[in-house]
């Protein structure tokens, strides 16, 4: 097990002690490989969000070398047009399993550059990634529609799908404000990058018809809140409209609206989502309530069945335990993860709404 000392910051009463915090952390680096990837789980396939995913939440424990060798990872197997494959098999050949290419994927190691260069201060591995986050970015936008929006893939043939999907482009959303403070770390301005995080925020936040309908899922609900495009009154007015379509107290919340199933990756998210809206109570709440998902070696199952009594999926993945991690380093007052995730010193690109208010909501 890792050292609890690293994880005393991590403390959240009624959700994880110093010691459970370092047995999740202990649960994701015993899953990551030697050449630093983090599959969803031993003899699963990794996917490049997910593995980012996880690799920040290592950083929140103090396990900076192992996040460091999941950017390494990444940085080794970018493609050529600044892209990354979809699904990679398990092992060391990294086989592409699915070779598409999803734009929120793409451009999401922005967000894990940043958080741990906040993390460490480690000015060459800043300078060493910028190049790899650039090209991801500059790859991902060529996806953008006219509508602000981006379409959500690449075919393995480099057919563009024009089709967006909300929580991706809020995803990718959070990733171009990233990706410009990284620019302006390294002093290339970006004003491309602006315009584009711009008129992808605007998108998000004002128009729902630019988007594939995808309301039965949680994450359409949550995740403009927690990418950081809808803050304010209206992140608190988004959260209040569906919590009873998504909230089981008790046990979690619903991937699909009807379905009764609940997951720890989406609820974990959630409460980051209600942090970021200013709503920490209600977010310590919410991780209470997936207490029943974690498993003895302090990783998390993926979900519950309540009608049935069963969990499932019969997995622990990675990056369940990294959100739950996420979350809790966000409520302590982890400054890094705090960064990314409140974005209130984010840049925040040219809005083509200049109403709309990107504040945090501390009422």
């Known amino acids: 097990m890792r050292r609890p000392e690293r994880t005393e910051r991590l403390a959240l009463p009624g959700v994880l002690t110093p010691r459970q915090a370092a047995a999740t952390a ?5 899953v990551q490989c030697p050449d630093g990837a983090i599959p969803w789980f031993a003899g699963h ?3 490049p969000w997910d593995h980012v995913e996880a690799a920040m939440a290592l950083d929140t424990a103090g396990e900076h070398e192992r996040a460091a060798a999941a950017y ?3 940085a080794a197997h970018q493609n050529a047009d600044g892209s990354w494959y979809a699904a990679y098999a398990d092992g060391a050949a990294a086989r592409p399993t699915d070779r598409g290419k999803e734009s929120n994927f793409c451009a999401y190691p922005a967000v894990g550059v940043l958080h741990h260069y906040l993390a460490t201060g480690d000015e060459e591995f800043r300078r060493r990634m910028w190049p ?20 959500w893939r690449r075919e393995p043939d480099g057919t563009a799908v024009p089709d967006a999907l909300l929580t991706g482009s809020a995803s990718v959303h959070q990733a171009l404000r990233c990706a410009l403070a990284l620019a302006e770390l390294e002093r290339a301005p970006q004003p491309d990058w602006e315009l584009a995080a711009g008129r992808l925020g605007h998108a998000v936040r ?22 950081g495009a809808v803050r304010g009154p209206a992140a608190t007015a ?9 909230a089981v107290p008790g046990l979690g919340v619903r991937c699909v609206a009807g379905n009764p199933w609940v997951t720890g990756g989406e609820s974990a998210e959630l409460a980051l989502a209600l942090w970021a809206a200013g709503q920490d109570a209600r977010a310590v709440e919410v991780l209470r309530w997936i207490g029943h998902l974690r498993a003895e ?15 499932w999926p019969a997995e622990l993945t990675t990056w ?16 890094p993860t705090r960064a990314v995730f409140g974005g209130e010193r984010l840049p925040t690109g040219l809005d083509p709404d200049p109403g709309c208010c990107l504040g945090r909501e501390t009422a």
């Open 26 to 30: 202990a649960g994701i680096a015993a």
């Open 45 to 47: 396939h990794l996917d």
């Open 72 to 74: 390494a990872w990444l």
């Open 132 to 151: 790899m986050v650039a090209a991801a970015i500059e790859f991902t936008l060529g996806l953008q529609q006219d509508g602000g929006q981006l379409g």
């Open 206 to 227: 004002a128009h729902p018809e630019r988007f594939l309908d995808k309301s039965r899922y949680s994450m359409d609900w949550y995740y403009p809140v927690l990418a």
């Open 238 to 246: 988004r959260l209040a409209a569906r919590w009873d379509d998504f």
């Open 297 to 311: 070696d302090g990783l998390y199952w993926t979900g519950y069945v309540y009608a049935d009594d069963a969990v």
């Open 320 to 335: 369940t335990a990294g959100a739950v991690l996420l979350a809790v380093a966000a409520l302590t007052g982890d400054e």
